[in-house]
């Protein structure tokens, strides 16, 4: 691609301004290469390619082993772990424009891919046909957390809660019309004891029953790869019975399972000083990334006020030989679940996003949303680290790859890639 179709392919993902802040010039700069008033100089293409663009499969849409469809993508956790087993996207749906533009910004999809909204308003039958469906289906509905702030607030949850509890049947409204050969679902764990165990109950009674796919699930925690608890639950269905089973998964034991210093920042110099989060020499993280000490103060407080009271609220304060608790998407608001000790002298810090998505199983190739590349706001990336009320515009990423992955390998060991997908049976190793 020359520079002029790498602009005219960059702008059809990013606004001039985006692009111009990326690459340091003026919007009218980037509208004057698009109109071809003007060259840009030779240093733009790779700056584009390095700082805009996904790095793989820029050029070519590669032969796939097997299709697939990635329902409530966020920014595409799940997927990478099907990427990396040779299939290919045909189709995504999301929602949370600022989830898209980051999925947007680190997958390249061929012309025939489809990059929906709101799933709700996408009929079936429009939905490509494809080997295996992938769909984290919102958890909120479901979750702890969620549930009790629903009930708090007198609000329905579960399958009563209209706008976020039915997506599972629009889930199943596409399993019944394209029948795809395999499906992976994945929830919060809360949803097998939600409402009694009468949720779950209905999820696999329609995927059993209604649906005729062989059905099978297991609840697996992120820990096994990454140093975060994270349970959730995997359902896999197959439309053939391959005798799929778990016995195959293999996780790596807790005790040798990484810990937080292998995502933390090294904070020697050794880390480029992307995304504003570190600086100086030693590449340091930048204070702004330290409590203040009014919202330490607050948060010493808070947990003491519960503690007096008998309850379990309160921060979690790390070390780098920690696992951290469970990541959410209100994480950029106070941090509080995950506060990385600075030492006695020094109030603790939040993580940085990049430290996020290590923690979520990302490599460092993976890319933030450009748009906020200049502040140091924390919510675009945090959009998909975790779940969250969705009407705040933080999206949810429930489905860290590295579950994926690790249930990608599963499935793979015990047939579902070679089945379903159409002749593939390598295992693939855990991102992390
Ligand atoms: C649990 S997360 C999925 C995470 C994702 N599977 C991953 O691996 O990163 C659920 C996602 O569903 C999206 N979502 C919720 N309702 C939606 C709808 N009606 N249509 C499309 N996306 C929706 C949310 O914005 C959120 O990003």
């Known amino acids: 691609m020359d520079t002029h179709a790498l602009i005219d392919y960059a702008l059809e993902r990013y606004s001039p301004r985006e692009i111009a802040m990326a690459l340091g010039v003026d919007a009218r700069t980037v509208r004057r290469w698009h109109t071809r008033e003007t060259d840009p100089p030779p240093y733009v293409s790779d700056a584009i390619r390095q700082r805009l663009l996904p790095l793989q499969g820029l050029e070519s849409d590669a032969p796939a082993d097997f299709t697939f469809i990635d329902l409530f993508a966020g920014i595409g956790g799940m997927r990478t772990a099907f990427d990396k087993q040779g299939g290919r996207c045909v189709f995504t749906s999301e929602w949370d424009a600022y989830a898209r533009k980051t999925y947007a910004a680190n997958f390249h999809d061929g012309p025939g891919h489809v990059f929906a909204g709101d799933i709700t308003a996408v009929h079936e039958k429009d939905v490509p046909d494809h080997d295996v469906l992938l769909a984290g289906f919102p958890c909120q509905p479901f979750s702890i957390a969620g549930v009790s702030k629903k009930n708090a607030l007198g609000r329905p949850h579960g399958f009563s809660d209209k706008t976020q509890g ?13 029948r795809p050969k395999a499906f992976l679902l994945e929830n919060v764990k809360n949803l097998v004891s939600h409402d009694k165990g009468r949720t779950f109950s209905t999820i696999i009674d329609v995927l059993t029953n209604e649906l005729g796919y062989t059905v099978t699930s297991k609840v697996i925690n992120g820990k096994h790869f990454v140093p975060q608890h994270r349970e959730r639950i995997i359902i896999v269905g197959f439309r053939e019975d391959v005798g799929f089973d778990w016995d195959g998964l293999e996780l790596p034991d807790f005790e040798t399972a990484p810990k937080l210093a292998s995502i933390l920042h090294k904070q020697d110099g050794s880390e480029p000083a ?100 200049s502040q140091h706001s924390l919510r675009d990336f945090y959009v998909t680290t975790s779940g969250s009320p969705v009407s705040t515009g933080v999206g949810t990423m429930v489905s860290a790859p590295e579950v994926a992955s690790s249930c990608e390998a599963c499935m793979a060991r015990s047939g579902l890639m070679c089945t379903a997908a159409g002749g593939r049976a390598t295992v693939g190793a855990p991102l992390t």
């Not at 039915?166 to 394209?178: M, P």
């Not at 203040?292 to 070390?319: C, I, M, P, S």
Request: hydrophobic share 30%; charged share 30%.
């Open 274 to 373: 992307e995304w504003n989060c570190l600086e100086g020499k030693q590449g340091k993280v930048t204070p702004n990334y330290t409590l203040t000490d009014k919202l330490w103060a607050y948060l010493q407080n808070y947990a003491a006020k519960h503690r007096e009271k008998g309850n379990g609220f309160g921060f979690g304060l790390v070390t780098g030989k920690d696992t951290t608790r469970t990541l959410s998407a209100r994480y950029y608001k106070d941090g509080s679940e995950i506060l990385v000790s600075q030492g006695s002298k020094k109030n603790p810090r939040r993580l940085t996003p990049r430290e996020c998505a290590r923690l979520m199983g990302f490599e460092d190739t993976f890319r933030r949303n450009v748009s906020t590349l």
């Open 166 to 178: 039915t997506l599972f049947f629009d889930v199943a409204r596409i399993i019944a019309e394209k």
